[in-house]
């Protein structure tokens, strides 16, 4: 039997079960080989924004691997579609799937600028800085119609508070006027993500990210505007794109990135069939490879939840590829360099115009 064809435009090739709702994705499943079988149309590939209104938009990081304290994300579910990405398995706590519903079925958080500005002004917030898109990625396509990304750049350039950013769409360059603002007191970093130079790589594993020249681009105009600009090459997937490690690290230095992290693909939850199922379609020849060579970096398993372990890997490929990026970085980024955001300038009065005391 024929393996399905490869379906351009999303990450994702199928459906994955919701271990949440087993049973109602059993039944879909048994719908949608009715459907092959009567030759009917299965689903549209159009995306689906839905408005949804949480109580809360700022999470407590609490992982002790992850250098940051505070992250918000204003969309559930990411068109981007990128077949690794970590934050699918969240879906599953909507109801949805972590496969093609992760990337067709968006949920819009409306209400996020105004929870947010509930939380800064809130008795007991102390400035810390806080990460748009720990999650998902804050300038997907939603947000060109939504803004709601802009808005809460607004809220935190109002109250004069820390934001981070990490992205890999060209859009946030739309928000410089906010941007070149917050850096002027020295309020907002942002980091570019970067999985691969080649646009055929990109095209598979990322469909729809901005372009690698979009985002090189990207580097160098915020860099231009003074915007501290870092860049995570990530994730880094043995056999498919460890081996452009160095020509990576170059690249965004010379286009004004200051610093550069990196991690090993680990593929937990339902992304780890999803991955495979990715590949036998995607790239069939090199799906046992690559899954063995992802395994190696992880005790023998493709998932890794060991803190301290699971962003690095162990096993002779895992040393490998952290002993080039650690070349890369001395040849690269011997100035590399963390910026440390002011805390100092945050008002978190009702009134902004005091904040007007705290002028530089």
């Known amino acids: 039997m024929k393996p399905d064809p490869f379906a351009k435009g999303r990450g994702a090739q199928k459906n994955s079960l919701n271990k949440f709702q087993k049973e109602f994705h059993l039944l879909e499943k048994s719908f949608q080989e009715y ?96 990460v748009l898109s720990g999650n998902t990625d804050c300038y997907q396509p939603a947000e060109k119609t939504y803004e709601i990304t802009r808005a809460c750049l607004e809220v935190f350039l109002k109250y004069k508070h820390p934001v981070g950013i990490i992205t890999k769409n060209s859009l946030i360059l739309r928000d410089l006027d906010l941007l070149k603002e917050l850096a002027r007191y020295n309020l907002v970093s942002v980091v570019i993500s970067v999985t691969s130079l080649s646009e055929s790589t990109r095209r598979t594993l990322e469909p729809r990210t901005a372009s690698i020249s979009k985002r090189l681009k990207t580097i160098s105009e915020l860099s231009k505007e003074n915007v ?33 992290g990196y991690s090993i693909v680990r593929l937990n939850g339902a992304i780890g069939d999803l991955f495979k199922d990715w590949l036998a379609k995607a790239m069939p020849n090199k799906k046992e490879k690559v899954l063995s060579l992802i395994a190696s970096c992880h005790g023998g398993s493709l998932k890794d939840n060991r803190f301290g372990i699971r962003h690095r890997g162990e096993g002779p490929i895992a040393v490998q590829i952290n002993a080039i990026a650690k070349i890369a970085k001395q040849k690269y980024f011997k100035a590399a360099r963390t910026p440390k955001l002011n805390t100092a300038l945050f008002n978190n009065n009702k009134d902004p115009q005091l904040s007007l005391f705290n002028e530089p």
């Not at 579910?77 to 398995?89: K, S, V």
């Not at 997937?237 to 004004?256: D, F, L, R, T, W």
Request: glycine share 6%.
């Open 228 to 260: 501290p600009v870092s860049c995570m090459l990530a994730p880094i997937i043995p056999g498919i794109n460890s081996h452009e490690i160095m020509n990576m690290a170059e690249a965004v230095s010379k286009q004004g990135a200051i610093n550069f």
């Open 35 to 130: 459907c092959r079988l009567e030759g009917e149309e299965l689903s549209s590939k159009r995306t689906q924004y839905l408005p949804i209104f949480p109580k809360t938009i700022v999470n407590k990081v609490l992982s002790p691997d992850i250098p940051l304290d505070y992250s918000m994300n204003p969309y559930q579910g990411c068109e981007h579609g990128c077949i690794y990405c970590y934050a699918r398995n969240t879906h599953e706590y909507y109801g949805y799937s972590a496969g093609l519903d992760f990337e067709q079925k968006i949920l819009i958080k409306e209400n996020a600028p105004t929870l947010l500005e509930e939380k800064l002004t809130s008795k007991n917030w102390k400035a810390s800085p806080i």
